[in-house]
């Protein structure tokens, strides 16, 4: 018998820029340009998107000298799916995609996850570069190279860490955006500054009321801060075995919420009832003092979010997708909760009795 270590040293250095500013959009051919990487652009985007900006910015990489091929799915969660993923890899070698090709993820978080995803499998590995177009997809999805699809046993199942090369944000392409969507990115936003950063909550309390679409000096403000914290973040645990974990506040409760109602509730919105829901389990375990936990509530209601359980047509699916969820130990939920606004604890054992009341009397008084 012979014991035989493979040492694997890092020797590539993998740091990537993200720019955040208005009119970001348009260096981003010249930025691939300058890449020189081999063969062709492959944009994958989703059917609203292309319609809005990807056959524009098809376009101007024409113009640019690039080979460019855009490929597109139907918008939506449900297209975060093992078919999706296998007709774009079908689409991307029909268009002879190479090693030294580039894709470029143009949409809003489920085009980032899905997209990234198959650039982390396609051919062993693609670069590319995060072009988010959702405010969620700005502050949060975009950066840190989690990428993957969900299954029918739950969501976000199956998937990768692959790191973009680069990620573009431009608060403009958030004028299109529906105000639902708009308020679903507030929900990562509320949970960002909750899990990190006082001073970032603070600074939300006091401009609730003027964060809108059509604010763009402001809402660059916050995407800046929100991506710059999430930067950090990733930067100190990239594979998530510690204080990443801090950004799946909310997301516990909100997976389920959002796997066993089918995906009719949105992610951000599914968040922020997660955010509320199992605060109040924070709090009813002495972790959390009830001012506080009404200060969350209070911000995310001023935002336009829900705050209350919806009504579930079927709870035990709910609660067997609770127990599904990635961070659980054993066959138990372990959760990430509010201990005061801006730090959180880490892995915590909650008695599945006290989440079953916490919901069901967040379902009564709705
Ligand atoms: N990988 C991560 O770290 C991470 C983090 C948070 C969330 N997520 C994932 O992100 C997903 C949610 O992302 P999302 O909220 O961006 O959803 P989404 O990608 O479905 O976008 C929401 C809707 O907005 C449309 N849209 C996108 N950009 C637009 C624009 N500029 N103008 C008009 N319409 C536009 C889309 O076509 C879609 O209909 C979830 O699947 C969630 O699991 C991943
Ligand atoms: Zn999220």
Redo the contacts with the bound molecule.
């Keep these: 018998m012979s014991k035989i270590t493979v040492h694997l040293a890092q020797t590539v250095d993998r740091s990537y820029r993200i720019e955040v500013k208005p009119g970001a959009l348009d260096s981003l051919a010249a930025f691939i340009l300058r890449q020189r990487r081999g063969s062709k652009v492959f944009i994958i985007t ?4 292309e319609m ?2 990807g056959r524009k910015i098809q376009r101007k990489m024409y113009e640019a000298g690039l080979e460019t091929l855009l490929l597109s799915f139907p ?3 449900k297209s ?1 799916n093992q078919r999706i993923v296998h007709a774009l890899h079908t689409q991307l070698l029909a268009g002879d995609i190479r090693r030294d090709s580039l894709i470029v993820a143009l ?7 899905v997209a ?1 995803y198959v650039a982390a499998t396609i051919s062993r590995g693609v670069a590319f570069i995060q072009v ?6 700005q502050v ?2 975009s ?2 190279g ?3 699809i ?1 299954h029918p046993r739950g ?2 199942l199956i998937g990768a860490f692959h790191q973009p090369m680069a990620v573009f944000v431009d608060p403009d ?6 105000q639902r ?1 708009f308020c ?2 507030l929900a ?1 936003v509320v949970k960002i500054a909750a899990a990190l950063d006082r001073r970032l909550f603070q600074f939300l309390e006091r401009n609730a009321h003027r964060v809108s679409k059509s604010n763009p000096k402001l809402l660059t403000e916050i995407i800046s801060r929100c991506v710059a914290l999430k930067a950090a973040v990733v930067e100190a645990d990239e594979f998530e075995s510690g204080l990443r974990r801090s ?1 799946n506040l909310g997301h516990t409760i909100g ?1 389920a919420i ?1 796997s066993s109602t089918n995906y009719s509730i ?3 919105e599914a968040v922020a009832i997660g955010l509320v829901t199992e605060s109040t389990v924070a709090h009813r375990m002495g972790l959390l003092s009830s001012r506080e936990l009404d200060r969350l509530i209070s911000l995310l209601k001023k935002l336009g979010l829900p705050t209350g359980m919806p009504q579930l047509r079927n709870t035990t699916k709910f609660f067997s997708s609770l127990s599904a969820d990635k961070k659980s130990v054993g066959g138990r939920a372990k959760y990430v909760l509010l201990s005061a606004i801006g730090s959180c604890v880490i892995g915590v054992d909650v008695s599945t009795t006290l989440v079953q009341n916490v919901v069901m009397e967040s379902r009564r008084v709705r």
């Excluded at 988010?132 to 997809?137: A, G, I, V």
């Design positions: 989703d059917s609203n998107v809005l900006v918008a939506g969660e975060k949409g809003g978080g489920v085009v980032g996850d990234g988010p177009t959702t405010l969620l997809s949060d999805s950066v840190g989690k990428v993957g969900n969501k976000n392409v958030l004028r299109t955006l529906p969507e679903s990115g990562e950004l997976h959002e949105n992610h951000g």
